[in-house]
C-alpha cells in the first residue's frame, strides 16, 4: 500500500480516536497526514470511500492476527484457545473490529454499507475496498474456514472427521464472540474452550 494511503488511514483512524465519525473532516486527516487534499480525493474518491477503505484495512488486520495465532502452538486446541483470544483483544482494543465482528455499530463510527458500491477508482486497493464488506456471519466463516485449513494438515481429512473439526472450529469462534459481548469471569475464554472441546481435534 503506497505510503500516502496507509498514512491518510492512520490519520483518519486516530481521528476517529478523538471524535465521531461524523465530526471527522477530510481537510484535517489530510493535514494531519502531511498530504494535500487533492491527494485524499484521489486516493479515497469521498469520505465514504475513505470509510470503506478504513473498514477494509481494519478487516484485513483482524484476520492477519488470526493467521498469527493460528500459526503459534503446536497442539490444535491451544491454537484455537489462541485464536479465541485474539478475537477478545482485537476486539477490546478496536472499536471497529468489535463492530465488524459483532453487528454493533454505535453512531460514533462510520458503517458503510456491506454491499458492494460502485467504483470508478484508478487505485486497485480503493477498488478493493468499495467491493463487498465482510458480515459478522463472513467473518465466524472465514475464521472458522482458515483454521480448518491450518489444524487440517498436508491434506483434506475423510469425514466424519472434517465435519467435526469445522464444528469445534466454529464453536471457538462463536464462545469468543460471546465472551466479546459479555466477557467471562476469572480463567476466561480458555477455560471455556478447554471444557467444550474434545480433547483431540485431528486423526
Known sequence: ???ARESLLDAAYTALARRPWSAVRMVDVAASAGVSRQTLYNEFGSKDGLARAL???EADGYLAGVERALAGASDPRERLTATAEWVMSAAHDNALVR???????????PAPALTAVPSSSAVPAQRRADGPLPSPGDFV????DRAVVVLGGAGPLPPPDAAELARSCELAVRIALSCVAAPPSEGGVADLLRTVLPRRLTV
Not at 463492530?99 to 463510527?109: D, K, P, Q
Not at 466463516?141 to 472458522?144: D, K, N, Q
Open 1 to 3: 500500500m503506497p505510503a
Open 99 to 109: 463492530a465488524m465482528i459483532t453487528g454493533c455499530w454505535s453512531e460514533r463510527l
Open 55 to 57: 473498514v477494509r484495512r
Open 141 to 144: 466463516g472465514l475464521v472458522r
